[in-house]
């Protein structure tokens, strides 16, 4: 399989773009926004995968939690849906992009057809220098938010499966720390960050710790399978910090920066 190496996919997380009142960061939307813009300026075609509608769509609800019932999860997706393309329609706007936005069931992956039709939809938006931003259809797809045996199952999965469907050369998943460390460095303080892993094993897994941050439903592990399905197809992954995404003009210039999980050879 043919890489288009000029073809990026960034993974986003809710961490990344909420504060912690669960509102939405409008700086760190803007900063990745500025970045985004800067590097297909330079020449790379950006796909992003965007996580946060349901909490974006709770704070907009003004629901004092996050949504537990079936119900309310979807219908805080639907109105998070309209806020986030809003804010990202705003933010790249200021920078003289023109965004797309793309939902996935995960029927659209799996149906030939459809995943034929979906490549190309992909491929003319990006040759037009149109940015597509990502998510699964949350508001009306329910097996994608609870079934255990679903196709994503999260959005770090669900970049892997874009990153292969498209070829990017490589995935970068923003997450809430560095990258992928020898402890968990909020409770080890000399813990070390891992720049290299050449092979996701038990090992790696068992450094991967539990859950993510209480406002995103990811953590490490979901990050390290989304990295094996994607280095399987040869793209290189690199875990790394969403707040500070000006370290992604370190990883187009093939700089160490993260974790990086390098493509197996095809």
């Known amino acids: 399989m043919r890489l288009y190496q000029n ?17 939405s960061d409008l700086r760190a939307l803007d900063r990745l926004a500025c970045v985004l813009s800067d590097i297909q300026n330079m020449g790379y075609e950006v796909i992003l995968v965007s996580s946060g509608a349901i909490a974006v769509g709770a704070n907009r609800l003004n629901m004092k939690e996050h949504p537990s019932s ?15 393309m809003y804010l990202y329609d705003k933010f790249f706007g200021d920078y003289d992009k023109t965004i797309a936005q793309i939902l996935l069931n995960a029927e659209d992956i799996q149906q030939e057809e459809k995943k034929e039709n979906l490549t190309n939809t992909f491929d003319t938006l990006l040759e037009m220098g149109i940015i597509p931003v990502v998510n699964e259809n949350d508001s009306v797809s329910y097996t994608e938010i609870e079934s255990e045996d679903r196709l994503f199952g999260d959005n770090d999965r669900l ?3 874009v990153a292969v469907l498209c070829r990017a050369k490589r995935l970068i998943l923003l997450s809430d720390i560095n990258g992928l460390y020898d402890a968990d460095p909020r409770l080890v303080p000399h813990a070390k960050l891992i720049h290299r892993i050449e092979q996701i094993d038990d090992r790696v897994y068992s450094l991967a710790g539990g859950a993510g941050s209480r406002r995103g439903t ?3 592990k979901t990050k390290l399978r989304a990295a094996e399905l994607a280095t399987a197809g040869g793209i290189d ?3 790394t910090n969403g707040k500070t995404p000006e370290a992604l003009y370190e990883i187009v210039n093939d700089r160490p920066v993260g974790t ?5 050879a095809l």
């Open 218 to 220: 990811g953590g490490m």
């Open 260 to 264: 990086l999980f390098p493509g197996k």
């Open 237 to 239: 992954t690199i875990i």
């Open 70 to 84: 079936m119900r309310m999860k979807q219908a805080a997706a639907a109105v998070g849906q309209c806020r986030i």
């Open 159 to 161: 970049s892997a499966v």
């Open 7 to 23: 073809r990026l996919v960034i993974k986003v997380g809710t961490s990344t773009l909420t504060n912690e009142m669960g509102r």
